[in-house]
Nanobody
Framework: QVQLVESGGGLVQPGGSLRLSCAAS????????MGWYCQAPGKKRELVAAITSGGTTNYADSVKGRFTISRDNATNTVYLQMNSLKPEDPAVYLC???????????????WGQGTQVTVSS
């Protein structure tokens, strides 16, 4: 069984910062891409940021310059440093990992349960 466990969400004032963490655990052979998606009420899930095992990153235009994604390949943990948070940033942030559980299988998508980010004064 593979689990993605997120932490770090919460309430922050506009302009504030939060750091999200997500650790993948269980029987994992290798992890390709890890990332964060957000889903606001009534909206579809959208990519916030992603990072490959080699360190290549990809960001949504709305967060470029404010958010930074990083990962620790040794612990299969991905982080999202969120700075200069705006009132339009609140959502449930979900961790994603594309990983494989055995050398003879392909890569499959796994998701965390999500952590709420609220921006309010």
């Amino acid at each position: 069984q593979v689990q993605l466990v997120e932490s770090g969400g919460g309430l922050v004032q506009p302009g504030g910062s939060l750091r999200l963490s997500c650790a993948a655990s269980g029987r994992i052979v290798s992890v390709n891409v890890m990332g964060w998606y957000c889903q606001a009420p009534g909206k579809k899930r959208e990519l916030v940021a992603a990072i490959t095992s080699g360190g290549t990153t990809n960001y949504a235009d709305s967060v470029k310059g404010r958010f930074t994604i990083s990962r620790d390949n040794a612990t299969n943990t991905v982080y999202l440093q969120m700075n200069s948070l705006k009132p339009e940033d609140p959502a449930v942030y979900l961790c994603h990992a594309k990983l494989r559980r055995a050398f003879y299988t392909g890569y499959y998508d796994y998701w965390g349960q999500g952590t709420q980010v609220t921006v309010s004064s």
